[in-house]
C-alpha cells in the first residue's frame, strides 16, 4: 500500500509527452532511528529519483502516526549526516551548494512537512531544481515536531530519522 501511496504523489508523466531521460532512483524505508517513544510505530519511506539532468524529486511518506498526530503538520527536513542514536546525529539541513545565502532558507534546503491524515498517514514530494549529485552531504530525512518555521527553518525537536544514500542515484 505504500508504494502505492508514494507513486499516486509522485507526478505522471502524459502518455503524449515526450520520451523522458532515463530515471535513476533510490528508495528506503525507515525510520532508521526513533527519538521520540510517542512515534514508535511511525513508518517512514523517502524516495529520491533524477527525473533529468538538472532536477531531482524528493518524497516523503508516514504512516502510523499517533492519533494525537492525526490533522497537524510537522517539519520534516533533509539532512546533512546519517541518522545516529542521539537526534543531533543527522547534523544541520541539507543546503544546496552555490545557492547565494540570501536567498530564502525555502529555495536553499528540501523542506518535506507532511500534514498528518485520519488513519495516521501524510506524505510530501519537493522538486529539487539542483541534480543531487554523487557524495551530496544529503544523507537523511528528519521529522520534526512542528511545523517548519519558514523565516528560520526551525520546526521543534527530531522525532524520528531515515537514512538515505542518494549515492544511488547516478
Known amino acids: 500500500m505504500a508504494l502505492a501511496l508514494v507513486a499516486a504523489v509522485l507526478p505522471a508523466t502524459p502518455a503524449?509527452?515526450?520520451?523522458?531521460?532515463?530515471?535513476?532512483?533510490?528508495?528506503?524505508?525507515?525510520?532508521?532511528?526513533?527519538y521520540d517513544k510517542a512515534y514508535a510505530g511511525v513508518r517512514t519511506m523517502v524516495v529520491a529519483f533524477r527525473e533529468s539532468a538538472d532536477r531531482s524529486m524528493v518524497a516523503l511518506l508516514v504512516t502510523g502516526?499517533?492519533?494525537?498526530?492525526?490533522?497537524?503538520?510537522?517539519?520534516?527536513?533533509?539532512?546533512?549526516?546519517?541518522?545516529?542514536?542521539t537526534p543531533a546525529s543527522s547534523g544541520p539541513h541539507y543546503q544546496f551548494p552555490g545557492v547565494p545565502p540570501k536567498r530564502p532558507l525555502s529555495q536553499r534546503e528540501i523542506w518535506l512537512d507532511v500534514t498528518?491524515?485520519?488513519?495516521?498517514?501524510?506524505?510530501?514530494?519537493?522538486?529539487?531544481?539542483?541534480?543531487?549529485?554523487?557524495?551530496?552531504?544529503?544523507?537523511?530525512v528528519v521529522l520534526h515536531a512542528r511545523p517548519t518555521n519558514s523565516r528560520t527553518g526551525d520546526a521543534g525537536a527530531r522525532l524520528l530519522c531515515t537514512t538515505f544514500d542518494l549515492d544511488g542515484l547516478s
Open 65 to 85: 502516526m499517533p492519533r494525537s498526530a492525526w490533522g497537524k503538520r510537522f517539519g520534516a527536513h533533509v539532512h546533512t549526516n546519517p541518522c545516529g542514536r
Open 16 to 34: 503524449a509527452a515526450a520520451p523522458q531521460p532515463t530515471t535513476s532512483a533510490a528508495l528506503v524505508s525507515g525510520p532508521t532511528y526513533v
Open 116 to 140: 498528518v491524515m485520519t488513519g495516521g498517514w501524510g506524505y510530501s514530494y519537493r522538486p529539487v531544481p539542483l541534480p543531487l549529485e554523487r557524495g551530496a552531504q544529503a544523507n537523511s
